[in-house]
């Protein structure tokens, strides 16, 4: 018998995660085997598991027993024989969850992210094909190894701990709406929800990117100031609830209105806030969706058209943007250092999902710890 490991499973929706002992997975020619140190609980996870198909019907889930672990960070202890260079053993990575066929018209055009079987690798999936890359890649970061293709890592210097790896999913996210929005330095970005787990992201990829200034929604006062003393003299934040967001935006940029707008509310968030801030944008501007808002939006074409205002919905990031971010953070534009980890052993798996739903906002990074 080969070498074995421990994994947190799941058998059951509904059903807390089990840690089974399985067989070390064998590494393909193309693929890296690594060894995971650091795993992010990412806080839609519970939703997936405890309420599919009512949350997510149109998003295929693996096959029970999966293991689960979408963000994961780790040292690659092998590499097939068919990997020839830039990956080698004992490299520091972040494994980029998101699979791809390689074989449809996107994946051919190197557009991976609007595959037709797009796939989130350790989460779920967004078409027919993705069951099939479940199979091929049925491993996730609640595993003790797991086997990824080499072209879906991203390196990480010494600088950047497992732990900050493990967050940078939800960071690539909010990367890659800024990199659709074409945000340059010197503009003006409104992160709506700019507390939360997207929305900090997005503020200190802004703040790395060059913003001249960043206006942050949030509810949570105490949050808003300590979002606020990342950079007083760039972070400018709005309580909402208060006067309307685009009232405080155009009395703040002379009635010129920002840039860029990252919506980062999540599904059942009311979509008064998403207009209000949508009024924020000046002529020309664009908002990137990452949040998914579940409601629908009345959008005007006809004004839209004449302000030239666009709506863009962005989904993830590539393994390029990834390693955008980590090449930032090794030059110290990004910083990292803003997270607060809570970390839990595999055992406590269960337990880590409980916290991700107490975390103060988007500060709080909950990791499991191989
Ligand atoms: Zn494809």
Not at 185 to 210: E, H, K, R, S, Y
Not at 257 to 277: M, Q, Y
Request: aromatic share 8%.
């Amino acid at each position: 018998m080969g070498k074995m490991m421990r994994a947190a499973r799941l058998h059951k929706i509904g059903e807390p995660f089990q840690v089974d002992t399985i067989p070390v997975p064998e590494v393909r020619p193309t693929d890296v085997l690594v060894e995971v140190k650091a795993a992010g609980v990412v806080p839609n996870l519970r939703n997936v598991v405890t309420s599919y198909p009512k949350w997510f019907p149109f998003l295929p889930l693996p096959a029970l027993p999966a293991i689960y672990g979408l963000d994961a960070a780790g040292v690659v202890s092998q590499v097939g024989s068919q990997v020839r260079s830039g990956i080698k053993e004992g490299d520091r990575v972040y494994i980029n969850p998101g699979l791809s066929c390689g074989g449809c018209i996107a994946c051919r055009r190197g557009d991976h992210v609007n595959c037709t079987a797009y796939t989130f690798q350790g989460y779920f999936g967004f078409g027919e094909g993705s069951q099939k890359l479940f199979e091929d890649y049925p491993y996730g970061g609640f595993g003790q190894f797991l086997t990824a293709p080499v072209a879906n890592l991203v390196k990480l210097p010494d600088s950047i701990s497992f732990e900050q790896g493990a967050r940078f999913g939800y960071l690539g996210t909010s990367y890659s709406a800024l990199k659709k929005a074409q945000f340059c330095p010197g503009q003006t970005v409104l992160i709506d929800g700019a507390t939360g787990t997207l929305g900090l992201g997005a503020v200190i990829l802004a703040l790395a990117m060059g913003a001249a200034k960043i206006f942050g929604t949030g509810r949570n006062k105490v949050l808003l100031e300590k979002l606020r003393a990342l950079d007083p003299s760039r972070i400018v934040p709005i309580s909402l609830g208060e006067k309307p967001t685009a009232e405080v935006v155009m009395a703040a940029t002379e009635g010129y209105g920002v840039d860029v707008l990252i919506e980062t509310l999540g599904p059942n968030a009311p979509v008064s806030n998403v207009i209000d801030s949508f009024n924020a944008l000046r002529r020309g501007g664009k908002a990137i969706n990452i949040g998914g808002v579940a409601d629908p939006i009345p959008l005007e074409p006809f004004p839209l058209m004449c302000l030239q205002k666009s709506y863009i919905g962005s989904l993830w990031f590539t393994t390029a943007e990834g390693q955008d971010m980590a090449d930032m953070a090794a030059s110290g534009t990004l910083n990292l250092g803003v997270f607060e980890h809570e970390r839990f052993k595999l055992d406590q798996v269960n337990e880590a999902l409980d916290a991700v739903e107490q975390r103060t906002g988007g500060f709080t990074n909950v990791v499991i710890m191989h």
